[in-house]
């Protein structure tokens, strides 16, 4: 089983290099938000009837996801997990306007545990569960299961979001993209005028024991097989993807 505890995200600065980093070398990160809230527009403020719409952001960092979907509709009501103190301070911080919002430090691994020993606090009846760039840290059959963790909590209707970074089907595919990765950092640092160089991050990435990422059609095929529906990666570019499914 893997160990958030043994992994960098337990060390707060890390949290806080990516916190003030990630526009620099999250691959086209705007537009991974732009398409996000195109989703929420389309599938839940323009398709639910009802208000609040329930919001479960899992790996929540400092609540970069949440906030972009309050952009788009102020009356969500939103659960925030993260297994970080550091992040979910942040979170907190971010969202203060909104004392309604419910802010869990919990490992993924132990939501799965609590849920198993039928002591889950996360409650149900979610409308939209979204994580970004952080699922890939577990191991295959831990993402399947939190994949039917993410099912069991959302009402039938319900989406699910996963901004995630994939596993390409060939090792030289894979290559070629943390290329195209290292290219889009450069580029995007130049029109950013940073001083700071990520360059090197694509390979850091590649040795970095804390990755899991599994193959796309992989995870696919697991949301498929749980049950949902509309399964599909609805952006992709390089190692970098958006998929997800509804209930
Ligand atoms: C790359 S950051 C992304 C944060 C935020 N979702 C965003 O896109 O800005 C990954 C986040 O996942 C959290 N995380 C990583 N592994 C986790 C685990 N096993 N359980 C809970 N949170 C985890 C980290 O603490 C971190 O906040």
């Known amino acids: 089983?893997?160990?958030?505890?043994?992994?960098?995200?337990?060390?707060?600065?890390?949290?806080?290099?990516?916190?003030?980093?990630?526009?620099?070398?999250?691959?086209?990160?705007?537009?991974?938000?732009?398409?996000?809230?195109?989703?929420?527009?389309?599938?839940?403020?323009?398709?639910?009837?009802?208000?609040?719409?329930?919001?479960?952001?899992?790996?929540?960092?400092?609540?970069?996801?949440?906030?972009?979907?309050?952009?788009?509709?102020?009356?969500?009501?939103?659960?925030?997990?993260?297994?970080?103190?550091?992040?979910?301070?942040?979170?907190?911080?971010?969202?203060?306007?909104?004392?309604?919002?419910?802010?869990?430090?919990?490992?993924?691994?132990?939501?799965?545990?609590?849920?198993?020993?039928?002591?889950?606090?996360?409650?149900?009846g979610f409308d939209f569960v979204v994580s970004s760039l952080a699922i890939h840290h577990l191991h295959t059959e831990e993402k399947k299961s939190l994949f039917s963790y993410i099912y069991g909590h959302l009402n039938f209707g319900g989406f699910f979001l996963n901004i995630e970074t994939v596993k390409a089907p060939e090792d030289e595919l894979e290559s070629w993209y943390r290329v195209l990765w290292g290219e889009w950092i450069r580029e995007n640092q130049e029109n950013m005028d940073s001083p700071a160089n990520f360059e090197y991050l694509p390979e850091k990435y590649k040795n970095n024991p804390d990755n899991h990422a599994d193959a796309l059609n992989t995870q696919l095929n697991a949301l498929e097989s749980i049950g949902f529906q509309q399964v599909d990666c609805y952006y992709k570019y390089g190692i970098f993807t958006i998929f997800g499914g509804k209930k």
């Open 1 to 124: 089983m893997s160990k958030f505890e043994k992994s960098e995200w337990a060390e707060e600065g890390h949290a806080k290099q990516f916190l003030e980093n990630a526009d620099i070398y999250i691959l086209e990160r705007q537009r991974l938000f732009e398409i996000l809230k195109s989703f929420y527009r389309y599938f839940l403020r323009n398709k639910i009837n009802k208000r609040p719409i329930k919001l479960l952001d899992l790996g929540c960092g400092d609540g970069a996801l949440t906030r972009e979907i309050l952009k788009e509709d102020p009356e969500i009501e939103a659960t925030l997990v993260d297994g970080s103190a550091e992040m979910l301070k942040n979170a907190k911080e971010h969202l203060e306007s909104h004392p309604n919002f419910i802010f869990i430090e919990k490992t993924f691994q132990e939501l799965l545990e609590d849920e198993s020993r039928g002591n889950d606090i996360i409650g149900d």
